[in-house]
Each structure stands twice: as C-alpha cells, then as structure tokens.
C-alpha cells in the first residue's frame, strides 16, 4: 500500500506540482495544493518537482515475504500447435547453467493440449521436471487461461527464476503474471547470469536507446522474471534418451474461462521464410521507394534462402506487412547476415538488427548512420545495386 499528502505548513502555493503532474490530479485551493486521489496514480512526479519538500510519498515493501521457499529455475516452453518453439530450447540451455550454478532444478512449464508426448522428451533438452498442464483451452495461445494457469503454478510451486522468450506470446503473458504474482520482470533480456551468493538473476538488457547495457536485480520479489530475446543464446543439445520427471497438474474448469473466444488463426500468406528464425534477412526501407520494388527484395531473398524485413517507415507505407518490420516495435532479430537497403539506421531500428553477425548497408547517403553499424557498406542506388546482387548470387550459387 502507499499514500501520499500534502504537508500544508510546507506548501507554498508555488504551483510546480500542479504542473509536474502528468494526470491532473492536483489543483489549488486557497493557494494550497491539493490532490485528487481519483486521479493520482502514486507516480511521484509532484514529490520530484517539490522544491519545499511539501509533498510525502509513502510506499510500504507490504508484508515481508519469505524469499528462502522460492527455488528451481523455470522455463516457460512455448508452443505452437503442438510444435514446441525453439525459443524454448534457447532457454532451457541457458536454464541449464543458471540452474546448475544455483545447485537447483532446472524445470519446464508446458501448457498445451495432448503435450504429454513433448512433455516427456524436454529431459532431453536439459530440464529435470516438466510442469504440465494440459487442457483443450490451452491448445492455442489465449492470455486469459494461459495467465490463470501459470500464476496457479507458480504460487504452487514457487519457482527463484522464470524464463520466457521475448516473442509476442511471452511478451503478453508474462507481464500479466508478474503483476498477479508481485513479481520482477525484466523485458528483453541479451544476457543472464546469477549471483550464487545472493542468489539473484542478473538480467542484462540495452537501455537507453541501445547506448548502455543495464544489468538489473530483483532483490526483494520472487520469482525473478525475464523475458530472453530470440537467438541470443545458445539452444540446449540434444542429449537423447535423458529422463524428465512429469508433473501434470489439474485445476478447476474456471480456470480455463476466456474474457476473448479464439475463432481462427489466419497464417500470413507469407512467401518467405520467418525473420525471427532466418539466418539471412534482407530488408528495405523507404529508399525502396515503392511497394513495388519490396518484389526486389523478395527475389533476393529466395536466391539466398532468407527472409524479408523492414523498417517501420515501409510497413507504415504499406509496402510489405508488420510481421516483417524489424526494430523496437517490431522483432529482434540475430540473423547471421542482414542486408539493409534503403534504411537510414535510426535507433529504433538498430536496436532490432544490430547484432547480426554481418550487416550489410545499401544506402544512397554515404553519411546515413547504418554505415556506422554495418560490417560493409555499399553507396549507391538500391534499385540498381539489388538486382545486381540478384544477378550475381545467382550466378556463384548456380540457382
Ligand atoms: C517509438 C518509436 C518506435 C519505432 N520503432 C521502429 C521500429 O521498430 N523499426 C523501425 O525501423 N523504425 C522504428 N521507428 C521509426 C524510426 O525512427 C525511423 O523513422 C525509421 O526506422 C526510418 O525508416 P527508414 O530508414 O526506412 O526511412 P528513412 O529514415 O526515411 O531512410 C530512408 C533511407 O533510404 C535512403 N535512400 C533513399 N533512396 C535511396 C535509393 N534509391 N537507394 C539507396 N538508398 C536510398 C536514404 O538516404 C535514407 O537513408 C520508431 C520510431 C519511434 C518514435
């Protein structure tokens, strides 16, 4: 719980706070401020812009938890009709070490429908236990089931670490399960290490922009949350034959209630591969120039068996659908080469491509920024220079 109020022997009526609040919620009375509980979301702006110290915040910690009943590392697994996603596997191989360095379990959660079989097999990608739940509403991805489930299973068995990918499925659920469990959560993890002493999950992630790598903590709430972006990390080996212990779990059909009925998933009609999977991703931007030159792209892609992205100023021209946009709202991707035509390189989109192994830039403007990430850069006209690519890779790859 937390309170706020005005210290009236310390209010000058000075007005900062009235300005400060980004909701409104403080106006002034007889040149004393006063706040509108209805509105004040306890952000503490006012407190920040108070230059007499008349403004008291109070936040308690709650009621102390018992931090020592949380252990084992948890991977959520994620699946797609019945596929288990290779996300997962990234994860429980970094589960693996994480757990092994905190001498506990390493454990899957597998929600599904007719999962035992998959279930069974995660021994062999590294995980001890498998908490299964399986039930017809979980069969495809809903937020409403899925959430109930997992904060169930959590309160249940009280894992120290829970993984999850950074895709768009683990993205939603999990912040609504931190929330529900008063967990920490830290989005879009590159890297993950534990302090064994502490026994903390250090959750390394860029900030600002891209410009800082910040490595965050969760002393006081268990369980410690990630979401892990794709491709960063290594996918578990297959150790064939390796054993798991499965739990499977049953709760009460309420659990399954949906506030949203899932009617069809309509796959996009995509002609190429998915970029968050591909190893080679060509991608254009405005100086495409039009819709009909993304075509271009696509060519060079099949010659080269990758995929097509784009910055989001050409999804926002409609060139080519949001699936495909590369960046801070859209995918991260870790291709092993990326060659970007007709991008300028803001920030918003490096931070989704900037560690490709390889990038290429085709850019006009020999002073455009994405020279500055890229490993060789090609000034010219990407109407010219693509198809010349085209030609050329079909020619030394004999397609
Ligand atoms: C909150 C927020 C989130 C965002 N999220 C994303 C995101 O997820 N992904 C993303 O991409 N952007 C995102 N943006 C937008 C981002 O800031 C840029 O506006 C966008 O990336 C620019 O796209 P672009 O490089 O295609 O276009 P431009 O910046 O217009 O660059 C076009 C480039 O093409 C070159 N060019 C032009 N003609 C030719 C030619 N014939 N041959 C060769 N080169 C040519 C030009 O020199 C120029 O460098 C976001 C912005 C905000 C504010």
Redesign the pocket.
Known sequence: MASIRILLDKCTGCTLCVKACPFGAIHMADRKAVIDMAKCTLCGACVAACKFSAIELEKSAGPKRDLSAYKDVWVFCEQKKGVIQSISFELLGEGRRLADKLGVKLCAVLLGHDMETAAGRLGERGADKVYLVDHPALAAYQDDPYTAVLVKLVEEYKPEALLCGATTIGRSLISRVAIRTNAGLTADCTGLDVDTKERLLLQTRPAFGGNIMATIIAPNHRPQMATVRHKVMQEAPVRPGRGVEVVSNVYPEETFASRTRLIEVVEELASTVNISEADIIVA??????GKENFAQLEELAKVLGGAVG?????VDADWIGYSH??????KTVVPKLYIA?????????L??MQSAKTIVA????PD?P?FKVATYGIV????ELVPALTREFKRALNK
């Open positions: 254009g931007g405005r100086g495409m120039g784009a910055s989001r100023s050409a946009q590369v960046g801070q709202t859209g035509c007709g991008i300028s390189g803001q920030i918003q989109h931070i989704g085709i850019n006009k403007d455009a994405i010219g006209d990407v109407n």
